[in-house]
């Protein structure tokens, strides 16, 4: 929120200092030797970051979406069961390939919130993987235990990419 306030700030102080210059002499008329207003560094510098700014979930924000709604609603619920396993291995690929994308753009800058959420995931899959989830028949998605936990971040992952892209890309500068 502070960095659209201040981008908004930005803005609206350019535009008050271009359209409140003048030429001094008191008659209302610009020299025309002077340059126009829109052609400031800061005013350029701002057009070609948002339009260079890239929009990577209109790649990707379909297949984070798809991954969540694929139809495996229960296939979780003992969360070490190979099936389990499986799943929450494609969405935690699928998610590492949205880092990757958003290395490849040189975009970290747009996705900062994004890359938070893809370190939680990361994280929780090494939790997952160090705390012998994979495997365990006992535990399920349901009881409240550790590994659950872990489940539930990696089950929620690539929705909680999608959403967290697209906010980044409005808040981008």
Request: charged share 20%; net charge negative; proline share 4%.
């Amino acid at each position: 929120m502070r960095r659209t306030t201040t981008v908004v700030t930005a803005a609206l102080f350019t535009v008050l200092l271009a359209g409140g210059c003048s030429d001094g002499d008191g008659d209302g008329k610009t020299d025309a030797s002077s340059a126009p207003a829109s052609s400031s560094p800061a005013a350029a510098e701002s057009e070609t970051t948002a339009a260079a700014a890239p929009k990577l979930s209109e790649e990707w924000g379909p297949k984070l979406d798809a991954a969540t709604s694929s139809g495996k609603d229960d296939v979780c619920k003992t969360v070490g069961s190979t099936a389990c396993v499986d799943h929450i291995t494609e969405l935690t690929e699928l998610v590492y390939d949205v880092r990757d994308a958003i290395d490849t753009a040189g975009a970290t800058a747009v996705y900062p919130k994004t890359l938070e959420a893809i370190d939680d995931v990361e994280a929780a899959s090494g939790s997952y993987a160090e705390g012998g989830c994979a495997g365990s028949s006992g535990e399920t998605l349901a009881d409240g235990s550790v590994c659950g936990g872990y489940v539930a971040t990696l089950l929620l992952g690539p929705a909680t990419l999608s959403m967290t892209m697209t906010t980044d890309e409005l808040g981008a500068p």
